[in-house]
T-cell receptor, first 114, second 114 residues
Framework: EPEVTQTPSHQVTQMGQEVILRCVPISNHLYFYWYRQILGQKVEFLVSFYNNEISEKSEIFDDQFSVERPDGSNFTLKIRSTKLEDSAMYFC????????????FGPGTRLTVL | AQSVTQLGSHVSVSEGALVLLRCNYSSSVPPYLFWYVQYPNQGLQLLLKYTTGATLVKGINGFEAEFKKSETSFHLTKPSAHMSDAAEYFCAVSEGFGNEKLTFGTGTRLTIIP
């Protein structure tokens, strides 16, 4: 069964460093998303991406964040200068494009900023 | 704007007993509603969804939910709990096609008592 994969599973970084979180969506999917879950809090939408551009982003997704689909298979989330409050579990999701198609989630990357 | 309220951050039921997890939503347009389950150290897996049509929807693992517009509710039920049902459950809402970002509730941790 096809699945969304994410690497790494756990990333530890120093405050101020850049991190790139990688996702491989399901191969025939057209819509891509990033969500995050701070420990003990709810899952929050960050950004949606379609046709090589951002279709919607939340207030959390400020200039420190960017997304890219560099090679037609990977979907990346970059945080330019990490802050302590960026520590969270980051989930990638993809959707086929059907009108009511579900979003398939990856297992997440736990980001720890020290 | 849309929002989800899940009453009860922790629910414990005995094995074989009825499972009832509560979800109320707010949406300015007819909502799409979802229940996701998260097992430890795993991503989010879709249990069931309501988009249009029949208001009682059946999902995987014997779960079902009923969309009640008058009560703005989408409660999740299962007639007989199994030990394997122990997990975190998230209710989510979206505004449907054209705005598919998911807004999640804070989650309910379900514990099954042997």
């Amino acid at each position: 069964e096809p699945e969304v994969t994410q690497t790494p599973s756990h990333q530890v970084t120093q405050m101020g460093q850049e991190v790139i979180l990688r996702c491989v969506p399901i191969s025939n999917h057209l819509y891509f998303y990033w969500y995050r879950q701070i420990l003990g809090q709810k899952v929050e939408f960050l950004v949606s991406f379609y046709n090589n551009e951002i279709s919607e982003k939340s207030e959390i997704f400020d200039d420190q964040f960017s997304v890219e689909r560099p090679d037609g298979s990977n979907f990346t989330l970059k945080i330019r200068s990490t802050k302590l409050e960026d520590s969270a579990m980051y989930f990638c999701a993809s959707r086929a494009g059907l009108v009511d198609g579900e979003q398939f989630f990856g297992p997440g990357t736990r980001l720890t900023v020290l | 704007a849309q929002s989800v309220t899940q009453l009860g951050s922790h629910v414990s039921v005995s094995e074989g007993a009825l499972v009832l997890l509560r979800c109320n939503y707010s949406s300015s347009v007819p909502p799409y509603l979802f229940w996701y389950v998260q097992y430890p150290n795993q991503g989010l897996q879709l249990l069931l969804k309501y988009t249009t049509g029949a208001t009682l929807v059946k999902g995987i693992n014997g779960f079902e939910a009923e969309f009640k517009k008058s009560e703005t509710s989408f409660h999740l039920t299962k007639p007989s709990a199994h030990m394997s049902d122990a997990a975190e459950y998230f209710c989510a809402v979206s505004e449907g096609f054209g705005n598919e970002k998911l807004t999640f509730g804070t989650g309910t941790r379900l514990t099954i008592i042997p």
